[in-house]
């Protein structure tokens, strides 16, 4: 008898957890926690290698106005374009930066200028951006701009705004040269799948 209620116990434990993990199962779709990358209302559409990047003009954590058609005037200019403020800091954005920073002298070498485009709403984003900077413990050479892009203006313009809970645009990255010259250019539709360091270098590395 004894071993008939343990067989019921068991049957009965094994039902519920299989009704949990249904249940977890159909929920997870409607999630838009941390892990996981909503579709955006769009597809993005950046400029393409060979095409006339648009300019911009955007305020740096200094106060500085940093306009792309200036720093290409002398010198060719890498783009990351990070996640900014979803409404947390982004890990994968801190460690995409902390890798580009620690090779930032083969980029002072090429005489390469680092824009970091940092998007989100407009209130409280350079708190935000603040807070990113002081959590990486980052400081910032003259050819390292940090700069803000308030309401996503930038991130319209260039094709890239990720419109979805959470999300503020898609992780980007572009090399551009003399005359706004789009040299090399990546998106991506999830959270990782970046350009690395050592790629970016080796597109660099081929203006000369």
């Known amino acids: ?41 769009e597809a993005p559409h ?22 792309l058609e200036k720093l290409t005037t002398d010198s060719p200019v890498v783009l990351l374009v990070l996640r900014g403020w979803p409404g947390y800091q982004c890990p994968i954005c801190s460690r995409q930066v902390s890798e580009f920073l620690a090779k930032n002298s083969a980029f002072e070498k090429a005489g390469a200028q680092l824009v970091l485009v940092y998007p989100g709403p407009l209130e ?21 701009h940090y700069v803000t892009d308030p309401d996503y203006t930038f991130t319209n313009a260039w094709g890239i705004r990720w419109e979805a809970e959470r999300e503020t645009s898609y992780p980007s990255t572009f090399l551009i040269s003399k005359g706004r010259r789009v040299e090399f250019a990546t998106t991506s539709t999830a959270h990782g799948g970046r350009a690395g360091v050592a790629k970016v270098l080796e597109e660099l590395a081929k203006l000369k």
Request: charged share 25%.
């Open 1 to 41: 008898m004894r071993s008939l209620f343990n067989l019921a116990l068991l049957s009965t434990l094994f039902a519920f957890s299989v009704d949990s993990i249904r249940v977890e199962a159909q929920e997870r779709p409607r999630q838009s926690g941390r892990g996981q990358a909503l579709p955006g209302k």
């Open 46 to 67: 950046p400029p393409k290698v060979g095409e006339e990047a648009p300019d911009f003009e955007l305020k740096s954590s200094s106060g500085d106005i940093v306009s």
């Open 124 to 144: 409280k984003l350079s708190d935000h951006a603040k807070e990113f900077q002081e959590q990486g413990k980052w400081t910032f050479p003259k050819n390292v």
